[in-house]
């Protein structure tokens, strides 16, 4: 199982940035997605998730501001984040578990204010 993230970058508060996902080694339709983050000192958390049946949670800090979505032809997950804070400013993973967990290799996410 492979995950590559793409789409980080700087952006200004309020601004807006989109993050992708493609895996390979799965079948990737039935998986349930997730988007986590991380910044140093502290632990992994938990972005956003979306299930096999298009079925989108979200940590509270993030809800109406960020969409999950899947493309199972491209066998992508993406995360739209509207009006950033700095405090959004984190490494984001992707991430899906078959039998154990997988990652992708992280992409930066800077918000300046």
């Known amino acids: 199982v492979q995950l590559q993230a793409s789409g980080g970058g700087l952006v200004q508060a309020g601004g807006s940035l989109r993050l992708s996902c493609k895996a390979s080694?799965?079948?990737?339709?039935?998986?349930?997605m997730k988007w986590y983050r991380q910044v140093p000192g502290k632990q992994r958390e938990s972005v956003a998730m979306?299930?096999?049946?298009?079925?989108?949670d979200y940590e509270d800090d993030v809800k109406g501001r960020f969409i999950i979505s899947r493309d199972n032809r491209r066998r992508t997950v993406n995360l739209q984040m509207n009006s950033l804070k700095p405090e959004d400013t984190a490494v984001y993973y992707c991430?899906?578990?078959?039998?154990?967990?997988?990652w992708g290799q992280g992409t930066q996410v800077t918000v300046s204010s």
């Open positions: 979306i299930t096999a049946d298009h079925t989108t």
């Open positions: 991430n899906t578990k078959e039998r154990r967990d997988y």
């Open positions: 080694g799965i079948n990737f339709s039935l998986y349930t």
